[in-house]
C-alpha cells in the first residue's frame, strides 16, 4: 500500500511483523491474569495455586500475592494485543481497556475505538498525522478498512450527511489539557478541507485572488473568543470557561457553505471572584500589557492592576504566557473580524469600567439601612467608560426607583445590597459582551451565496470534573454531562436494536439511558434541585443554608441518588449534600447559590446605561433589556412584550437560562447522527508517552467509556459473519461445517454441536441472518477449544 510510505503511517497502524511479534506472546487463558495494583492499576500475573475463593499469583513483578479470586480480572489472548477496536476484546475489562490504550499509547498509536467511542490519548508531542496527505488518505475511505483516527471518524460524518440527508455531530469531551479544543480545530480544517475539494462546475477560481478561507476566519474567532472566554485554572493555563458548538454548513452536494458558533454556560462568577491560583478571563491582561501603551490612559487606568479587586484576587501573570503577544493577536483579530475601531474601543471601555466599578466603595449611614458613596474616585471613571453621568449613577445604585403599588418610588439600599447589584451588574454586562462577540464573529462567518441543507456542528464542551470543592458551576457542568451521556447510551441503545432486529433476533435490550434518569429528575423535575433553589430565591428571608436543610428533609432517604456527604478528606472542602452521577459521587456545596442563581439587575441603572452618551456599544447590547418601566408602558399600550420572566413575576434566574440554553442543545443534539470522541489526559506532567494509570482509569470512568463497555456486554458485542465463523471453527465440527451450501445453516449446525456436547448454552449467542452473536467472553472459549484441537491434531 502506498499509504505505508506516507511519514504518519508509523504512527497510525502497526507493520506486519510488529503484529506477529506482538501475538505470539506465550499465553494460558487459565493462567494469565490481572490484578489490581495501585501503582499501575492493574499488573500481569500468573496463577500459580487456588484455594477456595482464594488464588496465588506470581506478578509481573516476580512476588507472591494472594487474593479473592473474584478481583482477578481475565487477560485477552495475545491476537487481541494492541487492537484497533476495544470492543472486539475477548473479554471487555476495565484491565484490558487500560492494557490495550497503555500499550498502543507506548507505540505512539494516540487513537483507538471503542465500539461507537473514538478514544484520544493527547501525545504531548506533534506528530505528523494531520498533513494533507495524511487528510487525503481518509477521504471516501470506509473507516473499517483505516486505523482510528479523527479523520476517519470525520469522514464517515461527512459520508452519513450526504448519504442519508441528516446533520451530523462531533462530541469532543474530555477535561482540562486533554485536548479537546486541539481536536475540535483538527476536524474543523478537515471539514474545510474536504467541503472546499467539492468545489461546483470545476470552475477555476482566479489563482491571483488569495481567498481568505473560511477555515482561517474560524481560526481567527479564537483570539478573540479566547481572550474573554478563557482564564488560567489551577490544571489548565488556558482553560475555555464556555462550551461551544460549532456548526459547519454545507450544501446538498457536500460543498463548505458557511459556519456559525453557539455558546453555552459562560462561567460569569470568575469576573467578580477568582479562587487561589487561578486567574480571571485574559483580556483584562492583555489591556494592562502595554501593547498600546496609550490604552492605560484612555481607559483611565492608573493603578497598578493587583489594586484593581474584580481581577486581581489570585495570579496575575502565567507562566511561559506573553500578555503583550496575546494582547496584539486578539486586537488584530478584532480587525480581521471587520471590527470598526470605535467598536473595538468601546468593548475596551467596557472591560476598564468594569475594573473600576469592582472598586467602588460605600458605607452605611449609622442607625440607617442606606448606603452612600465612600468616595467617588472610581465611580466618575466607570461612568465616564459607560458614558452617563456619575451623579446618576450613584443614585441609581443606592436608590433605586421600584414600583409599589401603582407608584414609582426610590428606596433606599443598604451597602450589601449595594454591592451585589454591582456584583450582578459586572456579570450581567460581561456575558452581554461575550454574547456580542459571537454574534458578530457569526456575521463574519456567514458566507452568503451558498446554500445550508446540512450541517456538521463540532461541541466542545466542559467534561465530568470532580473537585475538592464543588459549586454551583459545577453542578451545572456534570449536569450537562450526565444529560450527554444519557445521549449517548440512548443512542446506542437505539443501534444496537436496530441491529438485532435487522438480523432477526429476539432480544429484549435494556434502554440503558433510563440509568441516568433518576439523577436526572433529582436535578431537574419539579421538586428537584434547581426547582427548589429556584424558589428559595423568591423567599424573603432564605439563606444558603436554609436551601440546604430543605434539600437535604426533601430528599434525603427518599432519592436514591441522594446522600449524606461524607466528611472531608484532605484538601476537600465542606459539602452540603452529595449526589451520585454515573461516573461517581460528588460532594456539593451550597455556599453562594442564591446570590449566584439571582444575579438580578438594577432597573434603574440599567435605564441609566441605556441612555449612554459616550459608548455605543453599551447602548448596542442592553436592547434586548427592557426595564420595568419600559415594560409597564408597553402593557398600557397593550404591546406586552416586557423582559423574560420566570415564575416569580420579576426576573429569569440564571439556571432558567441555563436551563434553556441546555434544553437547545440537546433539542439540536437530537436532531443530529452524533460521533463521540474522548479525548484523555495521560499525566499531569506533560510528558508524552507516559501514562498514569489512576488518572486514565478515572477519566474512563467519567467519560463514559466504561460505561459504554458495560452496556456492550449486555447484549451481544462480539459478531462474526457467517462464512468467517464457518471456516475459523469448522475444525471444532467438520462434518457440519460442510453439511448445507448456505453459511448460515452450517452455522447453526455448529452452532447445535457444540450445545450438544455441553461446550456452550443456548443463550451464549444468537444466529443472525448474515453474522453469529456471541456475549462477551465466549469467542475466547471457543478459541481455547479450538486450540486444544489444533494441539491435539499436531501431536497425533
Known sequence: MEHEKDPGWQYLRRTREQVLEDQSKPYDSKKNVWIPDPEEGYLAGEITATKGDQVTIVTARGNEVTLKKELVQEMNPPKFEKTEDMSNLSFLNDASVLHNLRSRYAAMLIYTYSGLFCVVINPYKRLPIYTDSCARMFMGKRKTEMPPHLFAVSDEAYRNMLQDHENQSMLITGESGAGKTENTKKVICYFAAVGASQQEGGAEVDPNKKKVTLEDQIVQTNPVLEAFGNAKTVRNNNSSRFGKFIRIHFNKHGRLASCDIEHYLLEKSRVIRQAPGERCYHIFYQIYSD?????????????????????????????????????????EAFDILNFSAVEKQDCYRLMSAHMHMGNMKFKQRPREEQAEPDGTDEAEKASNMYGIGCEEFLKALTKPRVKVGTEWV?????????????????????????????????????QKGIDRDYFIGVLDIAG???????????????????KLQQFFNHHMFVLEQEEYAREGIQWVFIDFGLDLQACIELIEKPLGIISMLDEECIVPKATDLTLASKLVDQHLGKHPNFEKPKPPKGKQGEAHFAMRHYAGTVRYNCLNWLEKNKDPLNDTVMSAMKQSKGNDLLVE??????????????????????????????????????????????????????????????????????????????????????????????????????????????????KEAKSDDDKKKCAEAIMSKLVNDGSLSEEMFRIGLTKVFFKAGVLAHLEDIRDEKLHHHHHH
Open 464 to 482: 465530568f470534573e470532580i473537585f475538592d470543592f464543588n459549586s454551583f458551576e459545577q453542578l451545572w457542568i456534570n449536569f450537562v454531562n450526565e
Open 291 to 331: 501593547f498600546r501603551p496609550e490604552l492605560k490612559k484612555e481607559l483611565l487606568l492608573d493603578l497598578p492592576i493587583k489594586d484593581y479587586w474584580f481581577v486581581a484576587q489570585a495570579e496575575l501573570i502565567i507562566d511561559g504566557i506573553d500578555d503583550v503577544e496575546e494582547f496584539q493577536l486578539t486586537d
Open 621 to 734: 447590547i442592553l436592547q434586548d433589556y427592557t426595564t420595568q418601566e419600559e415594560a409597564a408602558a408597553k402593557a398600557k399600550e397593550g404591546g406586552g412584550g416586557g423582559k423574560k420572566k420566570g415564575k416569580s413575576g420579576s426576573f429569569m434566574t440564571v439556571s432558567m437560562l441555563y436551563r434553556e440554553s441546555l434544553n437547545n442543545l440537546m433539542t439540536m443534539l437530537n436532531k443530529t447522527h452524533p460521533h463521540f470522541i474522548r479525548c484523555i489526559i495521560p499525566n499531569e506532567k506533560k510528558q508524552s508517552g507516559m501514562i498514569d494509570a489512576a488518572l486514565v482509569l478515572n477519566q474512563l470512568t467519567c467519560n463514559g467509556v466504561l460505561e459504554g463497555i458495560r452496556i456492550c456486554r449486555k447484549g451481544f458485542p462480539n459478531r462474526t459473519l457467517h462464512p468467517d465463523f464457518v471456516q475459523r471453527y469448522a475444525i471444532l465440527a467438520a
Open 410 to 446: 426610590s428606596k433606599g439600599q443598604n451597602c450589601e445590597q449595594v454591592n451585589w447589584a454591582v456584583g450582578a451588574m459586572a456579570k450581567g454586562l460581561y456575558s452581554r459582551v461575550f454574547n456580542w462577540l459571537v454574534k458578530k464573529c457569526n456575521l463574519t462567518l456567514d
